[in-house]
Every structure is written in structure tokens, then in C-alpha cells.
């Protein structure tokens, strides 16, 4: 055996390339045109890797917005924000909510005691996530940086809200 092929011999295969798949448009026999973007994603070779399976199909769509999800129960509470209902309410204040996992959150953060203190200011937060937040006042850490134009951001949502002035 030459020194070349020596170094394939305990080699894993690589992992299969996964398909994408956006929306049904492509699809003639799902009924569209066959003619549709692949929004920049690689085509599957004929005969691609063995067990690359396509991604499952979104079949709940939002008649109101182009969204679209993968079970029943993710769009019941999706329309939520098209109806206004909020049918979870705090039982302490009365605020109410569209998800129970908003109520849950509202509750550790306004109603329930305050474990995380802020080692340099003594500040009290219900949520390690907040205190870590927080932290970054005092160390001037901005960990997030809009790709567009490099500023830079204390939190996620900062540099989301940010994003938008960029569309």
C-alpha cells in the first residue's frame, strides 16, 4: 500500500449535506410550479448521500401572515398575536399573557423573591440572565455586533432592534 492511501484507511465517511426545503413551490406534484427559488441553498446532487432525509414539510399555515408551522398547537398560539388573546393572567397582578411560558417568566421576574445579586452594585435580580445582563453595565462589554456596520450591543434584542434600521 502507498504512503498516500495509508492516511484514508480509518478515515469516517463525512456527514451527509441536509436539504432544505423553504416551501412546496418547487414541488410540481405538491402543486407549484417547479420553477421556485432555493433562496441560495445548493441543490441535492442526484444520488446524494444515502439516509440525507429533506426536511418535514410546514403544514400549518397562517392564513392572516406568510408564516407557517410545524404542528397545530405552535399555530393556535401564533394566531394569538393576530386575535389579541391573552388567556393566561397572574393571579398576583392581573397582567395577562398569550403563552403560559410569558406568565411563568412575569411571575420569576416581578412577583417572586430575587436571588441574583449584583456582586458591584448590590442590585437584586429574579433571573440569572438579567444579573448577567446587568453585569455588562458596569465592564462595558458589548457582546453583540451587527454584521452590517460593526456597532456593537450590550444584548440580543439591542441589536435586533438595531437590525431593523438597516431593512
Known amino acids: 500500500m502507498e504512503s498516500g492511501q495509508n492516511n484514508m484507511v480509518n478515515q469516517p465517511p463525512p456527514p451527509p449535506v441536509p436539504v432544505v426545503v423553504a416551501n412546496n413551490t418547487g414541488n410540481p406534484a405538491a402543486g407549484g410550479s417547479g420553477n421556485a427559488s432555493n433562496n441560495g441553498a445548493p441543490a441535492a446532487a442526484a444520488g446524494s448521500a444515502a439516509g440525507a432525509a429533506a426536511a418535514p414539510q410546514k403544514k400549518f ?18 394566531m394569538r398575536s393576530h386575535t389579541g388573546e391573552r388567556p393566561y393572567s397572574c393571579a398576583d397582578c392581573g397582567q395577562s399573557f398569550s403563552q403560559r411560558a410569558t406568565l411563568n417568566r412575569h411571575r420569576r421576574r416581578v412577583h417572586l423573591p430575587k436571588s441574583q445579586q449584583c456582586n458591584e452594585c448590590g442590585r437584586k435580580f429574579g433571573c440569572r440572565d438579567y444579573l448577567v ?24 434584542s439591542a441589536l435586533n432592534q438595531h437590525a431593523r434600521s438597516h431593512k
Request: with cysteine; proline share 7%; net charge positive.
Open 61 to 78: 399555515p397562517c392564513h392572516l401572515c406568510r408564516r407557517s408551522f410545524m404542528h397545530k398547537q405552535s399555530l393556535d398560539i401564533h
Open 133 to 156: 445582563k446587568h453585569i455588562r453595565t458596569h465592564t462595558g462589554e458589548l457582546p453583540y455586533q451587527c454584521p452590517k456596520c460593526s456597532k456593537r450591543f450590550r444584548d440580543k
